[in-house]
């Protein structure tokens, strides 16, 4: 089974409207962490959001937000008011492992090109 | 503050060559990393370093072999390059994952080395 599945390839959103990239995640670990890098097409990852297990509220970063939904193991990021800055390639991740230290996994989805439209 | 950086950031190699990638960084962080990026497939860990002085396998470690003799290096070689190694290398860092996890458990990465083996 896939760790990180993210399920939409590409996607196309109206510059100004809202979109919503989807993440699923499995693991049988308690204490895990969620992340959300930008890839445009100059290459760089670029962090922008995280989300812990142990949160109980979304993690908001300006314009991003993250939709965790602990029971579905869903972690939705929501980028309002989008820009045609936004276009790029969009990864879901996750670092799970004993935190004590030690082995950790980190794993991530195939990504969600996102194209935003004049 | 650098971050992360790598050296050199392209390189074209022939089959049978061997080649090192080098990743520095200057955030005093324990955990390094060495991850390829191919198309449709996000990026896989090759290997990856919790401290000075130790490695260990990744999801795809064939043909790969790392070394951390500094805590701020990570050098990834390949000792007898193969087409399929064809692919664009990130390095990156973060600190050990706590048992309540926190964003600053981030992964920063370093801005890649494209590698063409031809």
């Known amino acids: 089974a896939q760790k990180i599945t993210q399920t939409q390839p590409g996607m196309f959103v109206q510059e100004k409207e809202a979109v919503t990239l989807d993440c699923t995640y499995d693991t049988s670990d308690q204490s895990y962490g969620l992340f959300w890098y930008k890839q445009p097409s100059s290459g760089e990852m670029i962090f922008l959001i995280y989300?812990?297990?142990?949160?109980?509220q979304n993690a908001t970063e300006g314009r991003y937000s993250l939709n965790f939904q602990k029971a579905r193991k869903s972690a939705n990021l929501v980028i309002s008011a989008s820009q045609l800055g936004d276009s790029a390639m969009y990864f879901c991740?996750?670092?799970?492992?004993?935190?004590?230290?030690?082995?950790?996994?980190?794993?991530f989805g195939t990504g969600t090109k996102l194209q935003v439209i004049p | 503050n650098a971050g992360v950086t790598q050296t050199p950031k392209f390189r074209v190699l022939k089959t049978g060559q061997s080649m090192t990638l080098l990743c520095a960084q200057d955030m005093n962080h324990e955990y390094m990393y060495w991850y390829r990026q191919d198309p449709g497939m996000g990026l896989r860990l090759i290997h990856y370093?919790?401290?000075?002085?130790?490695?260990a396998k990744g999801e795809v470690p064939d043909g790969y072999n790392v070394s951390r003799l500094k805590k701020q290096n990570f050098l990834l070689g390949l000792e007898s390059a193969a087409p399929s190694q064809t692919s664009v290398y990130f390095c990156?860092?973060?600190?050990?994952?706590?048992?309540?996890?926190?964003?600053?458990?981030?992964?920063?990465f370093g801005p890649g080395t494209r590698l063409t083996v031809l």
């Open positions: 989300q812990g297990s142990y949160d109980e």
């Open positions: 370093s919790v401290g000075e002085g130790t490695t």
């Open positions: 990156a860092s973060s600190l050990p994952l706590q048992v309540h996890p926190s964003s600053t458990d981030t992964q920063y």
């Open positions: 991740a996750m670092r799970e492992g004993p935190a004590s230290g030690g082995y950790q996994k980190v794993t």
